[in-house]
């Protein structure tokens, strides 16, 4: 069982997001994972820790839209073929 937990990691505090209202910092991360995928050509392996910093932080549901978004076309954050 403890060798589950030391492999449970969270993303770390970010002085850019002080306040007990975390959904700045997941919007964050979940566009950091976009950049990633963008700057690694799509590459999911490549950008796995960015997507789980994102995933520790964000609601499920959040990240499940944003896919579905980015899969539509129409997501409001970092896009692909910029």
């Known amino acids: ?29 979940y566009n950091e994972w976009v950049m990633c995928l963008k700057t690694a050509g799509g590459e999911e392996e490549a950008c796995t820790q960015m997507r789980q910093l994102a ?5 499920v549901e959040w990240t499940e839209k944003w896919d579905e978004e980015r899969e539509a076309g129409n997501f409001s954050g970092i896009k692909m073929d910029d």
Do not use: E, G, Y
């Not at 403890?2 to 002085?15: E, G, M, V, Y």
């Not at 995933?55 to 609601?59: L, N, Y």
């Open 1 to 29: 069982m403890s060798s589950i937990i030391d492999l449970i990691k969270t993303t770390p505090r970010s002085a850019k997001f002080p306040t007990v209202n975390q959904a700045p910092h997941c919007w964050n991360r």
């Open 55 to 59: 995933a520790s932080i964000c609601p």
